[in-house]
């Protein structure tokens, strides 16, 4: 079925780096996605990946993906208390009447501690 | 530019009211999505329009009715909405390559709506 599984929560010490994990289950996945919910807001594409690359670096950010273990992982370097939020991995459906659909995880709430 | 815009930010209803939100992006992307949010919860899909054309309606009440414009606006009308029916209203947009897949969605501030 179409499941995207996350760790509910993280906390980190300000400084530290952060790492949020995701599986997901469809192999025919184009993109793959992270967006970021700050409280009372809406959601903020922080970055993809494209499904023929293993990793991408972009500022603190670093996602890396395993297609073999449909694994994807976001790492924040530094991580600031403007860091803490609801992170969101989600997936592309690209078939049949789903094209285009977007999969979430639940999210990951990150606190991070000063 | 990647935005999208919402109007209003915050909406309260009554049961027996009618009222829309409105969604605009300015991208050229031709594919409009509503979703709803609740509290704690991740966004869930409940219509889309591709080309101005509704292609997806994930079961939702008729008392919410999409309208698709034009390519550049998104319309919610709402209806005799239900208490259970608050919660965080959001716009996406995205393009489609030219395979035919749709991309990379982008999200509006959304609409907090509460119904009394």
């Known amino acids: 079925g179409e499941d995207v599984e996350q760790s509910l929560f993280l906390s980190v010490r300000e400084g530290d780096s952060s790492v949020i994990n995701c599986t997901y289950t469809?192999?025919?996945?184009?993109?793959l996605y992270w967006y970021k919910q700050e409280p009372g807001a809406g959601l903020q594409l922080l970055t993809y990946i494209f499904s023929n690359m293993d990793m991408k670096q972009d500022q603190r950010l670093t996602v890396l993906l395993n297609k073999k273990d449909k694994h994807l992982s976001l790492r924040i370097a530094d991580t600031q208390t403007g860091d803490s939020a609801i992170y969101f991995c989600a997936e592309i459906m690209n078939y049949g009447g789903s094209q285009g659909n977007l999969i979430f995880g639940k999210g990951t709430k990150l606190s991070v501690k000063p | 530019d990647t935005e999208v815009t919402q109007t209003p930010k915050h909406l309260v209803m009554g049961m027996t009211n009618k009222k829309s939100l409105k969604c605009e992006q300015h991208?050229?992307?031709?594919?409009m999505y509503w979703y709803k949010q609740k509290a704690k919860k991740p966004p869930e899909l409940m219509f889309v329009?591709?080309?101005?054309?509704?292609?997806i309606n994930e079961s939702v009440p008729s008392r919410f009715s999409p309208e698709c414009p034009n390519s550049s606006l998104l319309n919610l009308h709402l209806h005799a909405l239900q208490p259970e029916d608050s919660a965080l209203y959001l716009c996406?947009?995205?393009?489609?390559?030219?395979?035919?897949?749709?991309?990379?969605?982008?999200f509006g501030p959304g609409t907090r709506l509460l119904v009394l």
């Open positions: 996406a947009s995205s393009r489609t390559s030219g395979s035919g897949l749709w991309e990379t969605q982008y």
């Open positions: 329009y591709s080309y101005e054309k509704l292609s």
């Open positions: 469809d192999s025919s996945s184009t993109y």
């Open positions: 991208m050229g992307h031709r594919a």
